[in-house]
């Protein structure tokens, strides 16, 4: 069935970081993907989301590609702020239901 | 906006013991779907909705049974708690997810503690 592995957690940055979060799916249609963010106590919101191949989703200076011939939706931001610090997850629809991936937890230190 | 509204927050119950978790949403969403959090497993899903009248099995449904009467309103109850259901627990709506990207809402999530 459709599956989403993302990077294992923690990640711990300094302020201005460049950041990366590695996402890959496996899916037998088209899906779309998504990334929610996570913070303390809260549930999850949508960050950003493409939904064909090349698409790029972008939004709060964070931005994935959707590349199909890697499978991928690997999240990025140039330079992270400690109000980034949350919980990431990579998510794939298609056909029915949402599959998440375990969450990728990133603390920005100041 | 209310969006979608869970409750109660949190909740210690005792092993064997039943409740029901509630959820609404006033977007008028098709879809609504029960997901529990545990650490290192992401979301999984319960059961979902994809219309009044209309329930099924996601992932994990054992030891949960969920209804759907009404558009608003997809409450998960557990029949006889155990300490593995203890968990984080969130309610989404949207409309159909496999159309063109539709975004799933959540609820604020229900921290439940089964002893």
């Keep these: 069935g459709d599956s989403v592995t993302q990077m294992e957690g923690p990640v711990t940055l300094s302020e201005e970081a460049f950041l990366t979060i590695n996402c890959t799916y496996t899916a037998t249609g088209y899906p779309s993907l998504f990334w929610y963010v996570q913070y303390p106590g809260e549930g999850l919101q949508l960050l950003l989301k493409a939904t064909k191949a090349d698409d790029k989703g972008s939004n709060k200076g964070f931005e994935a590609t959707y590349r199909k011939e890697t499978t991928s939706f690997h999240l990025e931001k140039g330079s992270v702020q400690v109000s980034d610090s949350a919980v990431y997850f990579c998510a794939l629809s298609d056909q029915g239901d949402m599959r998440f991936g375990a969450g990728t937890r990133l603390t920005v230190k100041p | ?115």
């Excluded at chain 2, 779907?33 to 290192?40: A, E, K, N, V």
């Excluded at chain 2, 759907?68 to 627990?89: G, I, K, M, N």
Aim: net charge negative; hydrophobic share 30%; aromatic share 12%.
């Design chain 2, 1 to 115: 906006n209310a969006g979608v509204t869970q409750t109660p927050k949190f909740q210690v119950l005792k092993t064997g013991q039943s409740m029901t978790l509630q959820c609404a949403q006033d977007m008028n969403h098709e879809y609504m779907s029960w997901y529990r959090q545990d650490p290192g497993m992401g979301l999984r899903l319960i059961h979902y909705s994809v219309g009044a009248g209309i329930t099924d099995q996601g992932e994990v449904p054992n030891g949960y049974n969920v209804s759907r009467s009404t558009t608003e309103d997809f409450p998960l109850r557990l029949l006889s708690a155990a300490p593995s259901q203890t968990s984080v627990y969130f309610c989404a709506s949207s409309y159909e997810p496999g159309i063109s990207g539709n975004t799933i809402y959540f609820g604020e999530g229900s921290w439940l503690t089964v002893v």
